[in-house]
């Protein structure tokens, strides 16, 4: 029998393209000493440091390409061997164990040869503490400065004064950065802002493609087509991308197309990709037809709370509303109206070995959530980087048996 084929997307290219410029752009940067570089966290105040002119460098992006490529696993022992354990995020110990062998995917992919050096890193605690470690281990090999934001966690409704203390945190942010990079320039601030709010609300219509019968987009798609939203919101490329594709994925709705040829299931992706399994994850559903239409990961760089005319508090907002910020019942609120409005028939929690801060199904939540929405749950154990966490025999197995148990209850 022949294999199935996933649907391609036709903007694959223009992304490649995309992603290719970022990183030559950085590159280019990291060489000019008129020229500034900061590193970022992938939910850090980017917009920020656009208004400062910064070359915006994001290092969990570096190590999702370690874990894709299948590269991580070999690298993460060279970490725990200068003290990171093996438990900790598998993105810090990939990408620090890459980096102290002098290896970076980046020189196969685009001749680049090293990581660029940054003038400032900046983190923000709202997603876990282990990038602010993973900062400062960089910051002390340069010695440059390490600053950041020391965000709420586990919250339940944001308040006013979590955003005001958030708020002056940025706003003291920015000095420490004038004495790096000079001073801020308000009007590329503000645009910054504004093209990041419309990069995500792009971003969001091209995830919501998936709420079609059939959906137009995977999961998987999903976490190959999120560079730009990652490492290009604030610039107008991401827009033009954005744009693009929801082109593309709209035309594909209107005219029927499915993502995953005859769609019997569709399920939700609670947790992180295992990067170095996405194809033979994707293939898997495809074959059984059945759809991950929808994802926390991915809606995570959704920011419609940014706007233009409230720079600081707007940031701060969007920052700490993220999904990752917040307690149980906002989470268990939040994916109960995602499974409605994407017509899903069961959910798909991945416990990430090394990464707690997104691995949801520790605390009885699948189980409180399949009592409240009457949907079967899945439990897939594994890590985003570290394959020595993750078994495919085993992971293949019970997603069989997960879509036979959809099926009789068809
Ligand atoms: S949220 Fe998880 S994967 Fe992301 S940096 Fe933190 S520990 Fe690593």
Known sequence: MSEVKPK?????????????????????????????????????????????????????????????????????????????????????????????????????????????????????????????????????????????????????????????????????????????????????????????????????KVLRTGTAQPAALTFFDGTIHMGPAVVLRGTQVAVDYYTALLAELEQRVSEGVAAVEGERHRLYWEGMPVWGKLRPLSQQFLELNTCVVASTYCNSWVFNQLDPDDPYRSMARAYTELFIVRNDTVKEDYIAAMCDDYHVDGVVYHDAKTCPNNSNNRYGMPQRLSERLDLPHLVINGDLNDLRCYSEEQARTSIEAFVEQLDQAD
């Open 8 to 204: 391609r997307i036709a903007a694959a290219k223009q992304m490649k393209q995309v992603m290719a410029d970022h990183f030559l752009g950085i590159d280019a940067a990291s060489r000019d000493p008129k020229r500034k570089v900061a590193w970022c966290t992938s939910v850090g105040p980017a917009e920020l440091l656009q208004g400062f002119g910064f070359e915006v460098y994001y290092p969990e992006n570096h190590a999702a390409i370690l874990g894709a490529t299948r590269q991580a696993t070999d690298y993460i022992p060279h970490a725990n061997a200068v003290g990171y354990s093996p438990d900790i995020c598998s993105y810090l110990t990939a990408d620090v164990g890459a980096f102290l062998k002098g290896h970076t995917p980046l020189t196969q992919a685009y001749g680049i040869e090293a990581v660029p050096k940054p003038d400032v890193l900046v983190y923000n605690t709202n997603q876990c503490r282990d990038v602010q470690d993973w900062f400062m281990w960089y910051a002390r090999h340069w010695d440059v400065p390490c600053l950041g934001i020391q965000t709420h966690r586990n919250i339940g409704p944001v308040a006013d004064d979590h955003v005001t203390s958030i708020a002056a945190q940025l706003e003291r942010l920015a000095g420490e950065l004038e004495a790096i990079a000079g001073p801020l320039d308000p009007d590329r601030f503000r645009e910054s802002v504004r093209l990041s709010r419309v990069c995500s609300e792009l971003w969001e």
